[in-house]
C-alpha cells in the first residue's frame, strides 16, 4: 500500500511539475554573455528585478552554473533567493524558465562538456538540497530540449550535471 502511495504521489509530482514548468513563460529566451574575470554572465531583468546567471570555468570544458540575486543592503550579488536578496515579486516558475533557457542557450554557443548544476544557497543545507530537487525537475522537464543540443543530465552522490554527449571512434578517440 506504501509502495503505491509513494507511486502515485511521484507520478503526480511528475505531472505537476510537467503542467507548471511548461507553462510558464521566460522573462526571456535570447542571452547575451559578457566575460567578467572567470566566468560568463548574462543579467536578465524579471518583473524589475536583476537576475544574473553566471558560468564559471575550472578548464577543460567544466563549468559550475549559478542563478544570483542582486543584495538588498550590500550591493553586491547572493544565491539566496530571499525576499531580503531580492525585494519584489518574481514569478519562481517563469525564473526557473528562464534558467532553462538560459542554461540551453549556453549550450548551444559555447558548448561545455559539463555543467555542475547543483544547487547552491548561502542560507541552509536543506535550500541546497530544495534548489538541486528544483533543478532537476527542471532539467527534466526539458531533456528533449537538451538532448536536441546534444547533452544528457544526470543526478549522482548529491550532484546535479548536464553533460554533452560525444561521439568516440572504435580506438576511444572522440571528434
Known amino acids: 500500500m506504501e509502495t503505491d502511495i509513494y507511486v502515485y504521489m511521484i507520478r503526480l509530482q511528475d505531472i505537476i511539475t510537467e503542467i507548471t514548468l511548461g507553462a510558464a513563460t521566460p522573462y526571456a529566451t535570447q542571452f547575451t554573455w559578457s566575460l567578467n574575470g572567470g566566468h560568463r554572465e ?14 564559471t ?3 577543460r570544458g567544466e563549468w559550475d552554473f549559478a542563478m544570483l540575486t542582486p543584495t538588498a543592503d550590500r550591493g553586491g550579488w547572493t544565491v539566496a533567493h530571499s525576499r531580503s ?3 519584489g515579486s518574481v514569478s519562481y516558475l ?18 561545455p562538456a559539463v ?24 532539467l527534466q522537464a526539458n531533456a528533449s530540449r537538451l538532448a536536441e543540443a546534444g547533452y544528457t543530465w544526470t543526478h549522482q552522490l548529491g550532484k546535479l550535471w548536464i553533460t554533452r554527449r560525444t561521439e568516440a571512434d572504435a580506438t576511444g578517440i572522440t571528434d
Open 85 to 87: 536578496a531580492a525585494p
Open 115 to 138: 555543467i555542475d548544476v547543483t544547487g547552491s544557497d548561502t542560507s541552509s543545507t536543506a535550500k541546497d538540497l530544495q534548489k538541486t530537487r528544483i533543478y532537476r525537475a527542471m
Open 42 to 55: 548574462c543579467e536578465v531583468n524579471a518583473d524589475g528585478i536583476k537576475i544574473l546567471f553566471a558560468f
Open 57 to 59: 570555468s575550472h578548464g
Open 94 to 111: 517563469r525564473l526557473m524558465s528562464t534558467a532553462a533557457e538560459a542554461l540551453l542557450d549556453f549550450c548551444t554557443q559555447w558548448q
